[in-house]
């Protein structure tokens, strides 16, 4: 089956920094991915869709220029945190479609745990 | 977007059937109904798909009613490791990107 990863797994940086966070399709060529987050005890946000070689398109109440997401190539997508805060602390997940199955199955990356001090 | 309407939670003891419903009164003509399954720390994983009637597959069926306003996850004979939150998503097939609330699932031994 499609696996996505992502790396790191969990991260801590002091407020005020720029973490970035990679997801990977690893067996699979994904056009697009899509970003979300997740605050504990509440459901996926979606925010934004990362589309391979031009500019991402973010959900309604996302800042751009806070949420860098740049997709290179047609098996990595970034998702960079700039000048986190700690309302940015969450647990950011992607998911990528598989086009050589299901078109309407998204399959998720075990996420990444962000922790801003 | 359709907006969907889950029970917070549920309880269920082990072996047993478990029911779970979603209300989506405003759901549209090209909508597709889906849900995901996901445990604490990791992703959602995507357990079954459809438009109406009934859908059934390796680890649920799912049960959509004429009127498509609602629809039932059906889980047979849960067990300890089905304990996780679900979730149902309202829109076009393959642009189904919007979680609703989720329903904890607790399986009881």
């Known amino acids: 089956g499609a696996v996505v990863s992502q790396h790191p797994s969990w991260v801590i940086c002091k407020s005020g920094t720029s973490v970035k966070i990679e997801c990977r399709s690893l067996?699979?060529?994904?056009?697009?991915m899509f970003w979300y987050r997740q605050f504990p005890k509440q459901s996926l946000m979606l925010m934004a869709t990362?589309?391979?070689?031009?500019?991402?398109?973010?959900e309604q109440g996302v800042e751009k220029d806070k949420f860098l997401i740049n997709h290179a190539s047609l098996t990595l997508s970034t998702l960079t945190v700039t000048s986190a805060h700690p309302e940015d602390s969450s647990f950011y997940i992607c998911?990528?479609?598989?086009?050589?199955?299901?078109?309407?199955?998204?399959?998720f990356g075990p996420g990444t745990r962000l922790t801003v001090t | 977007l359709a907006k969907t309407t889950q029970p917070i939670s549920m309880d269920s003891y082990e072996g047993q059937e478990v029911n779970i419903t979603c209300s989506h009164n405003?759901?549209?003509?090209?909508?597709?109904i889906t849900w995901y399954q996901q445990f604490p720390s990791q992703g959602p994983r995507f357990i079954i798909q459809?438009?109406?009637t009934k859908v059934t597959n390796e680890v649920a069926s799912l049960f959509i009613p004429a009127d498509r306003k609602s629809s039932t996850l059906s889980l047979p004979r849960v067990s300890l490791s089905d304990t996780a939150v679900y979730y149902c998503?309202?829109?076009?097939?393959?642009?189904?990107?919007?979680f609703g609330t989720g329903t904890r699932l607790t399986v009881i031994p």
């Open positions: 998911s990528a479609r598989d086009p050589r199955g299901r078109s309407y199955e998204q399959y």
């Open positions: 067996d699979f060529q994904a056009t697009t």
């Open positions: 990362s589309n391979e070689g031009s500019k991402a398109t973010y």
């Open positions: 405003n759901i549209a003509t090209n909508d597709y």
């Open positions: 459809g438009y109406k």
């Open positions: 998503l309202v829109g076009e097939r393959a642009n189904n990107l919007f």
